[in-house]
């Protein structure tokens, strides 16, 4: 089957369930992933012939795609910060907004220094290895309550060739750090429950929820406690990042200051929705 028409037969399997749009980005990543084609590429080889076991996995795709399997984990990977990461369904999958946030962590540590970092709950590895390669002198540590997301977030860290020591750790279960940091990141658990009627279903119905949701009365529970640990073990310099849920952040940043952090900056992503959170004594 030439490549030209392969592609008729994905957009036509899909048309119904997503925008086109949508489908053809589809398409892309499936042809960059399985044939090693750009976007310009398949332009390029429209009339190339693709073997019959190709042609199998792009419909195999389509089949998992009618179900909302989110495409990242039918094909096991996802790029973040420009880096190859693999994706299993025990990891979220990296959002554009947790890019954001490493962009300006990046703006606002010495890069040049050497500092310690950790990064808690880690899932894919994807905050701390993209630090860890833009930070080549720091001293990246990494938690994750699941040992199935370190495997993942370990096997992420050798083939992005970066050192990063990971931990399981169950950072509600936590007296003191291990040592003093000069900068703590976490993008934590945040969805309340009853935010999930706002979820698409290829998120609600395949990524781990462990990784997602807080309850009703104590959505901040996971601030709270890392906001603690961290008042009590960054450096005199130290700053504190999150990522939060967009519609809480005043009161984020009111628990922040309760715990004793003087300053606080609260910022937005692109879509203009309460975010990140930076954080020092």
């Given amino acids: 089957m030439k490549i030209k028409n392969l592609r008729i037969a994905f957009v036509d399997r899909l048309q119904d369930h997503y925008p086109l749009e949508e489908v053809q980005s589809f398409f892309q990543i499936t042809a ?8 310009m590429d398949i332009v390029l080889h429209l009339e190339t012939i693709v ?27 996802t790029e973040f910060y420009g880096l190859p990461f693999k994706v299993t ?17 990046l703006e606002d540590l010495f890069k040049d220094s050497a500092l310690k970092l950790l990064d808690i709950g880690t899932g894919s590895g994807c905050i701390a290895i993209s630090l ?48 003093v940091y000069d900068c703590i990141v976490s993008n934590p658990p945040y969805v309340r429950e009853l935010e999930k009627e706002e979820i698409q279903s290829n998120v609600l119905d395949h990524e781990p929820h462990t990784a997602l949701f807080v309850s009703d009365t104590n959505p901040l529970v996971f601030y ?6 961290a008042f009590e073990n960054l450096s005199g310099n130290g700053m504190l ?16 200051k309760e715990i004793g952090f003087i300053h606080v900056e609260l910022r937005q992503d692109i879509f203009g929705n309460d975010r990140m959170i930076k954080a020092s004594k």
């Fill in 32 to 39: 960059h992933h399985f044939l090693g084609y750009s976007r």
């Fill in 51 to 77: 073997e019959e076991t190709q042609v199998q996995q792009f419909l195999t795709t389509c089949d998992r795609l009618k179900n909302h399997e989110p495409i990242q984990y039918i094909l096991g990977d």
């Fill in 89 to 105: 369904p025990v990891t979220l999958i990296p959002r554009p907004e947790t890019e954001e946030l490493v962009s300006w962590i």
């Fill in 132 to 179: 860890a390669t833009h930070l080549e002198q720091t001293n990246v540590t990494a938690y994750d309550i699941s040992e199935e997301a370190l495997k993942v977030a370990s096997a992420n860290a050798i083939s992005n060739k970066v050192a990063v020591t990971f931990k399981q750790v169950d950072i509600l279960n936590v007296g003191v750090l291990d040592q």
């Fill in 224 to 229: 709270n406690a890392i906001g603690k640990l």
């Fill in 241 to 256: 990042f999150f990522e939060i849920n967009q519609y809480l952040g005043k009161e984020t940043v009111q628990l922040l």
